[in-house]
């Protein structure tokens, strides 16, 4: 299975960023057994889908109703139609800052899927789940909630623990494996043998420092990258890191 690597670039861009990374990028050995995604916030999804190569285009977000009157809303159909391939759905952004419910990002899934496009459902536990030994119960019960009817297919999830998103702190290696691996067992029973196949990301100040040793382990298939995605170089060490590490 290929390294896959997510550019979240949340509410950070301009044309001038844009236009710098793909001059950059352009400049950088092409990379091989990994898929490099893009996701801009959406203003910018048609200029990054013109200026780069060799990277897919993924958007942070989709609406969880098809069209309609729904003011400031991106329906999934509106993201196919700009070429996205990948959305991220359930970031702890959303769920936190705008109330996002389990049952929203299992429907936003379920139509992304229904578009074609790769659904990247996020799921992680705060520092209190944590210090309470809580995590495993926690992210468990989430992911299968966010996951009701969603088929396995074209379906990749982001573990993102909340408490190292934009922190600076990491789970160590042993932390990001583990739970990784109650992911994948709990996919695996959810979907039976297909739930094996699902690509499990890791998403938590993922860094070019931090990253080799994340992707040396045998349940990280990649991650999902905040504030270093944002420089053409960074983001191509991270990507170089996973490729190395599905060697």
Known sequence: MAGLVIANWKMHGS?????????????????????????????YLASVSGALEGVALGAQNCADRIEGAFTGEVSVQMLSDLGCGYVIIGHSERRALYNETDAQVAVKAQLAIAQGLQAVVCVGETLAHRDADQQDKVVTEQLLRSLAEVPCENLVVAYEPVWAIGTGRTATPAQAEAMHGVIRECLQGHFGEAGAGIPVIYGGSVKPENAGVLFECDNIDGALVGGASLNANSFWQIASAASAGRA
Do not use: G, H
């Open 15 to 43: 044309l001038e960023l844009i236009a710098e990374f793909s001059k950059e990028w352009r400049a950088l050995p092409r990379l091989t057994d990994v898929n490099a995604v893009l996701c801009p916030p959406a203003p």
